[in-house]
């Protein structure tokens, strides 16, 4: 297993300290979040994303873009990418996902790095994905260099939380403690950014009513309740105003 430590010149701007100071505080505690319980509402954006990876990652060059634990990224091993990297900017996360790593014998490369402003070589990867990291960062910087990391025809595959649902808003307005002070949701300046960058960009949206019904049902993969919600939800989403309901997106995005 290859592993790479951060250098002592990683730029790190306040937001990326704050950001690192929040998530090393949070792999550091004990207990998960009580917003945990309300993700089963997006079962099938997960689902989604996952057989995406999976069509697309063998023998492929792929990057896990904020991989945390690496959770994602040790799942991936089993599509048989030619190389795999995973990058992070808490240092308490990467060293948990090394030691995770070592024990299943993973051959996983984890760096400690700025997401914003990385390391890593232009024009190196093949995929490059993740799971509710891009709303942490400066869009801006994080896409470009995204679009950096990638070759030619790379893809880009995240999901991401939206910030257009009152309802959703008011609860985070209600739960601070339960986020880090620089999140910003994706809104509409943020995908139109992404189309500027990128040759091709689509979007699709998911957890309107799989959200807001989710007390009616418990293990989404096997609920009728929930199966016939998500299929709502999409027949819902070809209006375009209905989208600023959702609660994420999953965006995948191509390299001219």
């Known amino acids: 297993m290859k592993i790479r430590k951060k250098s002592d010149s990683m730029k790190l701007t306040d937001t990326n300290i704050r950001e690192k100071d929040f998530h090393n505080k949070l792999q550091s505690g004990a207990g998960g979040r009580l917003e945990n319980i309300f993700y089963k509402a997006l079962f099938n954006l997960k689902k989604d994303f996952f057989i995406y990876l999976k069509k697309n990652t063998k023998n492929k060059v792929v990057l896990d873009y904020g991989c945390g634990v690496g959770v994602v990224t040790e799942k991936m091993t089993d599509q048989k990418p030619s190389r795999i990297i995973g990058i992070d ?114 979007i699709k949206f998911y957890g309107f009513l799989t959200l807001f019904f989710s007390p009616f049902y418990s293990n989404p993969e096997k609920s009728k309740i929930f199966n016939f919600l998500s299929k709502i939800d999409q027949l819902i989403f070809k209006l375009k105003f209905f989208r600023n309901f959702a609660w994420s997106v999953l965006i995948i995005c191509k390299k001219n």
């Open 89 to 202: 900017i808490s240092d308490i996360s990467i060293n948990k996902a090394i030691q995770s790593a070592k024990k299943l014998n993973l051959d996983i490369e984890y760096i400690v790095d700025n997401c914003e402003n990385s390391k890593l070589d232009s024009n190196t990867f093949d995929i490059i994905y993740g799971s509710g990291i891009l709303h942490h960062l400066n869009i801006k910087n994080s896409v470009q260099e995204i679009n950096r990391l990638l070759k030619k025809d790379g893809i880009m595959i995240f999901i991401e939380p939206l910030g257009t649902n009152p309802i959703i808003n008011l609860y985070r307005k209600l739960t601070p403690g339960s986020r880090s002070v620089d999140e910003h949701p994706f809104v509409s300046k943020d995908f139109n950014l992404l189309k500027k960058i990128y040759g091709e960009v689509n």
